[in-house]
C-alpha cells in the first residue's frame, strides 16, 4: 500500500515531528525490559522458593533456560527475516500475548514438566517476538551514523530490569508468594508491550524518511555517504554464511554472552549460599545493572566515534575479569570485593549489547540485518545453551559455584582476544544494488 503525506508525520503526539528513530528508542528500551528482565533477570528470585516447594534438583529448575536458548535461537532464525521485510508490529503483538498467557500460567504449574514446557518453550517463543533481535534490528535500519548511541538508550531497558524487576520480584516473592508474583508480571508485561508494537515501523525509506533523520541539505553536504555506503556493501544471508568472519563472530560474542545467562539466574542461589540475605543477593544483581545502565550512552558514544572492535575486546575482558574478582571475594567474605566485582561485572555487560549490535551491522550491513542475524542464533546454541545448565549441575555435584563462574569468566577473556583477531569481510564490487525493500502490506 503506498504511503500518503499523511502517514509520514509520524509524531505520536500529532505536535511537530520529531524523527520518529527517537520514538522506536524509547519503544525499544520497553521491550527490552520486559522481554530480558520477565525471562533473566527475575529468574533467580524465583529459584528457591520454587525448587524448596516443588522438591525439584536446580539442574532442573534450570533446564528450561537451556531449552529456551534452543527455542530462541530457531525461532530466530524465521523472525529476523520477516522482520526484513514486514517489520515488526505483528510480531510484537503476537509476543505480547503468548508471553503474558505464560507467565500468567507459570503460577498455575503443577509438575516439573508443567515448568519445562511453559518457561522453556512458550514464554520463550513469546520473549523471542518482542525481544532484542527484533527492536535492534528496526533499530539498525533507522539509524546509521547514530547507531551505537540508539542502540546503547535502547538497550539501557536491559540494565534497567535488574535495576528494578530483579528486587521488585524478589518483593513479591517473600509478600505475596512465587505464584501471584507470576501473575503480576503477566499482567504488567500485556500493559506494556501494546502500546510499544502498535509504535513499530520497518524502515525510514517506507516513510519518505532516510536513517538518523537527515534532510535534503545533508545529502548535498554528504553527511549520507556512511549510511549510503552502509546500505550498498549489505550481505545476503547466503553471502553472510560464505564468510569466516560470521561464524568467528558467533562464536566470539557466544562465549561473551555465556556470562549474562548464567549469572542472571545463579547470582541469587549463589550468594544464599554463602550465607548473604536475599534481599543483599538480590542487591547484586541490582548492583551490576545500575553501571550497566548508566555506562551505556558511554559506551554508545563511544562507539559511534572510535573503531567498536577494540571496544568491544575492552568489554568482554572487564566481564571476565569481575568474575574472578566476586569468586574470590565470596570466598574471602569480603562484602566490599564482592560490590567491586558486581560494579565491574556492570560496566563490562555495559557494552555487550550495543557493541555486539553495531559490530554485526557494520560487518554485514543495514539491508538483510535481520536475516543475518538470524541465522547465526542456530550457531550460538552451542555455546550457550547448555551453560546454564551445566552450571547448575556443577553445583549439584560439588556444593558450589566457584569452578563454573570462573570458568565462564575466562571464557570472556578469550572472546576479548578473539574480537581483536576477526577481519572485517568485503563484499564482492560486482553484487548488484537496488533501492530498499519494500514492506509487505
Not at 555487560?349 to 551491522?361: C, F, S
Amino acid at each position: 500500500m503506498a504511503q500518503t503525506p499523511a502517514d509520514q508525520d509520524l509524531s505520536p503526539t500529532g505536535g511537530p515531528v520529531i524523527y520518529y528513530g527517537y520514538w522506536l528508542i524509547v519503544a525499544a528500551f520497553l521491550a527490552q525490559f520486559v522481554s530480558v528482565g520477565v525471562q533473566n533477570y527475575v529468574i533467580g528470585s524465583f529459584m528457591i522458593p520454587m525448587t524448596d516447594e516443588m522438591g525439584w534438583t536446580r539442574a532442573e529448575f534450570t533446564l528450561p533456560r537451556t531449552l529456551g536458548q534452543v527455542v530462541m535461537a530457531f525461532s530466530g532464525f524465521f523472525i529476523g527475516t520477516w522482520v526484513d521485510r514486514s517489520g515488526a508490529k505483528r510480531f510484537m503483538l503476537m509476543g505480547a500475548v503468548i508471553l503474558s498467557v505464560a507467565l500468567y500460567a507459570l503460577s498455575l504449574i503443577q509438575t516439573l514438566w508443567h515448568w519445562v514446557v511453559l518457561n522453556g518453550v512458550v514464554l520463550t517463543v513469546g520473549a523471542a517476538l518482542i525481544g532484542n533481535l527484533v527492536v535492534n534490528v528496526t533499530l539498525a535500519k533507522w539509524f546509521v551514523d547514530f547507531r551505537g548511541r540508539a542502540v546503547a538508550f535502547a538497550a539501557m531497558g536491559v540494565s534497567f530490569a535488574g535495576v528494578f524487576l530483579t528486587p521488585v520480584a524478589t518483593m513479591l516473592i517473600d509478600a505475596l508468594g512465587w505464584r501471584t508474583a507470576w501473575q503480576w508480571l503477566a499482567i504488567c508485561t500485556l500493559l506494556i508491550i501494546v502500546p510499544v508494537a502498535m509504535s513499530m515501523r520497518r524502515a525510514p525509506e517506507d516513510y519518505g524518511l532516510r536513517p538518523d533523520g537527515r534532510t535534503e541539505a545533508d545529502v548535498a553536504s554528504g553527511k549520507t555517504a556512511k549510511a549510503n555506503l552502509d546500505f550498498q556493501n549489505s550481505m545476503t544471508r547466503r553471502e553472510a554464511l560464505g564468510t569466516s568472519s560470521f561464524y568467528l563472530l558467533v562464536l566470539a560474542f557466544g562465549l561473551f554472552g555465556i556470562t549474562i545467562q548464567v549469572m542472571l539466574i545463579q547470582t541469587v542461589p549463589f550468594m544464599t549460599d554463602a550465607g548473604y540475605s536475599r534481599s543483599t543477593a538480590a542487591l547484586m544483581i541490582t548492583l551490576a545493572s545500575v553501571p550497566a545502565l548508566l555506562s551505556k550512552p558511554i559506551w554508545g558514544w563511544l562507539i559511534d566515534g572510535l573503531r567498536p572492535k577494540p571496544l568491544a575486546s575492552t568489554s568482554a575482558a572487564l566481564t571476565g575479569l569481575s568474575l574472578f574478582i566476586i569468586v574470590f571475594a565470596v570466598t574471602h567474605d569480603s562484602l566490599y570485593g564482592v560490590y567491586a566485582g558486581f560494579c565491574v561485572l556492570g560496566f563490562g555487560w555495559g557494552g555487550m549489547i550495543p557493541l555486539q549490535e553495531v559490530i554485526w551491522a557494520s560487518f554485514f550491513g543495514r539491508r538483510y540485518l535481520g536475516a543475518v542475524r538470524s541465522a547465526a542464533m542456530p550457531f550460538s546454541i552451542f555455546l550457550t545453551a547448555g551453560a546454564p545448565l551445566a552450571t547448575s549441575y556443577y553445583f549439584d555435584q560439588i556444593g558450589n559455584y566457584n569452578g563454573a563462574i570462573l570458568t565462564v569468566g575466562s571464557a570472556n577473556l578469550l572472546s576479548a582476544v578473539m574480537i581483536l583477531l576477526i577481519p572485517e569481510p568485503r563484499k564482492s564490487e560486482s553484487a548488484e544494488v537496488s533501492p530498499p525493500d519494500a514492506p509487505d502490506t
